[in-house]
């Protein structure tokens, strides 16, 4: 992923961004149609977005994030609260302290993130290859992992405290059964 000042560095999925990926994914496909390459900015600016001829030079990221804070708001306007791209990566952040239960895990969240910088993360995280955050980061993805609060849901489900078909009841249901087949060695599919 490349960042500010030129700087980049290797981020994986999070845990529970099934959607986002999804969304991401046709970006993808939609920008493949236009005949970009890998190489391009995946959000080009408007200018950009044109069919391209093969062989023609990398389309550069934007220069400035104002568009992306402009996409933003538009996309939360109907929900009457303004979100920003750093309101995006707080919630991660948010879900990190929820899954993580190690500093290992930890770690692998906020380099996800790249928030550590090369002094911060050898003094404070320690060193981590991006093969072990990539693993860790997989594992707090298996479907096994259960934040607190959805622990707390899977025992009032089984305490009988949700109203049968309400969307608490089919949530909590949902994450019993995952439950209870990966005690029974099951594979879970979301």
């Known amino acids: 992923m490349r960042a500010k000042n030129g700087k980049s560095f290797r981020s994986f999925f999070f845990p529970r ?15 493949g149609t236009l005949g970009f390459a890998e190489d391009d900015a995946v959000f080009p600016s408007l200018d950009d977005l044109i069919q391209r001829a093969p062989g023609t ?8 994030s104002a568009a992306t804070g402009k996409a933003f708001k538009a996309a939360t306007a109907l929900i009457d609260r303004c979100c920003t791209p750093h309101s995006a990566r707080d919630t991660l952040v948010y879900l990190g302290n929820e899954l993580t239960s190690s500093r290992k895990e930890e770690r692998a969240f906020s380099l996800n993130l790249g928030r550590a910088r090369p002094q911060v993360k050898e003094t404070y995280y320690a060193k981590m290859t991006d093969e072990q955050r990539r693993s860790t980061i997989e594992g ?22 949700f109203e049968r078909g309400s969307k608490e009841y089919n949530y909590a249901k949902r994450l019993a059964d995952r439950r209870a087949a990966a005690r029974d060695g099951e594979d879970v599919l979301e």
């Open 17 to 31: 961004t099934e959607a986002f990926q999804q969304v991401l994914g046709d970006w993808l496909s939609e920008l």
């Open 57 to 64: 030079a990398p389309v550069p990221p934007m220069q400035s």
């Open 140 to 161: 707090l993805c298996a479907s096994t992992h259960f934040t607190a609060k959805e622990q707390s849901m899977v025992l009032d489900y089984y305490e009988s405290r």
